[in-house]
């Protein structure tokens, strides 16, 4: 059964800085991962989708990587702002047949002016 | 603007009255599914469908239904809310169901069952 952890739960950061975000998965055999953003009372944005055949991709200060042979994805986030506070999820796509997205518990993120 | 939309957002109810979430989107996509999400247990689907008229159950559909009359809505329906059910929901929708498609989320409905 597919599993995935994120860590840590939460993360305070000051203005700035550079930070990483880790997710984890105990089944290689995914067929995509997605990077949410959810902000308190509002609904999921997503924010990056990687094909099980890619290794990265890049949306302005976000850069997401994957590597399926170790089960392991990290959020890569330059220059942080305190518009970057909010809980990040990560989801994987374990079966083209139901789409079902299984996702980690999320790593809330607060940047500090 | 491409969207999916929930209605209501916030809704109070009671054990046993009858309930429908509307969900909406404007992207023609064919694949749709409702989450539910509950703290320590992260976000789980109900149910979902392929395309119209063709839906099927996810990991946590007990006490719930669904319909796909049309390509654009995908109504959750709560027959008699229970307050186990007292979570946010959520419904995404994506182009289709595979490999190469990003989901889309709605901004969710809180709903207390008392």
């Known amino acids: 059964k597919q599993e995935v952890t994120q860590i840590p739960a939460a993360l305070s950061v000051p203005e700035g800085e550079n930070l990483v975000l880790n997710c984890s998965f105990t089944?290689?055999?995914?067929?995509?991962l997605q990077w949410f953003r959810q902000d308190p009372g509002k609904g999921l944005t997503s924010l990056l989708l990687?094909?099980?055949?890619?290794r990265e991709q890049t949306s302005g200060r976000l850069n997401a990587s994957l590597d399926k042979s170790s089960g392991r994805s990290t959020l890569y986030i330059a220059a942080s702002q305190p518009g970057d506070s909010a809980t990040y999820l990560c989801?994987?796509?374990?079966?083209?047949?139901?789409?079902?997205?299984?996702f980690g518990q999320g790593t809330t993120l607060q940047v500090k002016p | 603007e491409a969207q999916v939309t929930q209605n209501p957002r916030y809704l109070i109810t009671v054990t046993g009255k009858k309930l429908t979430v509307t969900c909406s989107q404007n992207?023609?996509?064919?694949?749709m599914s409702w989450y539910r999400q509950d703290p320590g247990l992260g976000l789980r689907q109900i149910y979902y469908?392929?395309?119209?008229?063709?839906?099927d159950k996810g990991d946590v559909p007990e006490g719930y239904k669904v319909s796909r009359k049309e390509k654009r809505n995908f109504p959750l329906i709560l027959e008699s809310p229970s307050p186990n059910q007292t979570s946010l929901y959520f419904c995404?929708?994506?182009?289709?169901?595979?490999?190469?498609?990003?989901?889309?989320f709605g901004p969710g409905t809180r709903l207390t069952v008392l």
């Open positions: 992207m023609n996509h064919e694949y």
């Open positions: 469908s392929m395309n119209v008229e063709v839906t």
């Open positions: 995404a929708s994506s182009l289709y169901s595979g490999v190469y498609n990003e989901q889309f």
């Open positions: 990687i094909q099980s055949s890619q």
């Open positions: 089944d290689s055999a995914i067929y995509n």
């Open positions: 989801a994987v796509l374990g079966s083209s047949n139901t789409g079902k997205l299984i």
